[in-house]
């Protein structure tokens, strides 16, 4: 073997191991060695000469180095492919760290994104929005809160704390806030949007449901027909007011009504202290209902018909800048999406 051929540790014992038994093959052998047909043996095999000695090694070894190749090249695939993609998430951080740096030394909006359902273990809940607040408050040049609205609502606590956060940078700084809602802003999402000093949506947008729900349903007779028997042990009266498996009693129904129409009349406070005199007076308005865009302007739910260009010309300014504190997964995403265009980019992909 030649001395520049390197085997690794395993395969080079193969090896070896190999070239003693080609060796021992090609030595004489006795005829003691194989016993006649009585013992129902093989025929002795005819020994190797050097030259297929020396050319079975050589197929090993190339066999061996083709094996090292082909692992080689999958190595690399993948650490081009992890490369790829670090170097992707890199160029999209330095893009946006650049345009950020850019335009924050400039006049512009400060936009926070509420999307999805509001609660305490979705990403539109009232820490992760009121981090993106603080950021604002402390950037000199944000001359506009400008709050993004795409949610069907949720809790009524998370969405009172992200409208306390959202008045304290109004009072601290002084600055107007505009909603912007998308397709829906519903429920605990139009309780934030209604404290706005002005909002928008589009025509087709779903504005409005005042009101407040809370579900839940009930498997006694369920538990009756099967023969269950519900044992629920403890301490207050109406500690279990909300057991599905137990009935409901008249003193707990009151309880609940009680408890849902206060939750009511403080949303109720909430919009006409936000929208003041703009609001129309129909009974149907707080019924929890819900209205287009197009009717919500005639109700007086929102003020003006548009999307975020038109309230950044409202406001007089030509940029805006996303304050809302990005998720890890969010920034995975989009170090993928860069990689993806890169590599359509790069093969030359083209849609038809």
Known sequence: MPPSVL???PRAWMLKHCATRLKQ?????????????EHNQRPPRSPM???????LLEKIVQQLLADQRRQRRGQWFWRSLIG????????????SGWEGWRTSHQPHAGVIKISGPIGPNTSANAERIGRGLRRIEKQSNVAAVLIEIESPGGSPGQAERIVRAIERVRARRNLPVVAVIGDTGASAAYYIAAMADTVYAGNASLVGSIGVRLDSFG??????RIGIERRLFTAGEHKAILDMFSPVTDAGLDHISDTLTEVHEQFIAVVKAGRGRRINRDPELFSGLFWTGA???????????????????????????DYTPR??????????????????????????
């Open 25 to 37: 093959s090609t030595g004489p052998r006795s005829e003691a060695q194989y016993p006649g047909p």
């Open 7 to 9: 085997v690794p540790e």
């Open 327 to 352: 998720s890890l997964a969010d920034s995975l995403s989009e170090g993928l999406g860069a990689l993806a265009a890169a590599m359509i980019a790069k093969l030359g992909w083209r849609w038809h």
């Open 219 to 224: 498997l006694t007779d369920a538990m009756q």
């Open 295 to 321: 009717k919500a302007l005639e109700l007086g739910l929102v003020d003006h018909i548009g999307d975020r260009q038109e309230a950044l010309d409202h406001l007089g300014l030509a940029r805006a800048i």
């Open 84 to 95: 790829l993609y670090l170097l992707a998430l890199l160029a999209a951080g330095l893009a």
């Open 49 to 55: 000469s050097a030259e297929q000695h020396n050319a």
